[in-house]
């Protein structure tokens, strides 16, 4: 499995890419497991601000 995220530079004078579109093309090359996690991540959130609205009324 390949883990980087850049193409290696060629001593092409083109800049490197930011982290930004870095992040923006993995995130579209894996589109289905980047939503499951957000979806999971706000899900989880959401349930720890309802729990301790809970507790703590």
Known sequence: ???TTAPP???SSEP???YTKL???NMVRKG???LRHFFLTV???LAL???LAYLTR
């Open 32 to 34: 289905g497991k980047s």
């Open 16 to 18: 490197k890419p930011s």
């Open 23 to 25: 992040a923006m093309r």
């Open 43 to 45: 899900s989880g959130l």
């Open 9 to 11: 530079n060629n001593g």
């Open 1 to 3: 499995m390949d883990t």
């Open 49 to 51: 601000m309802v729990g």
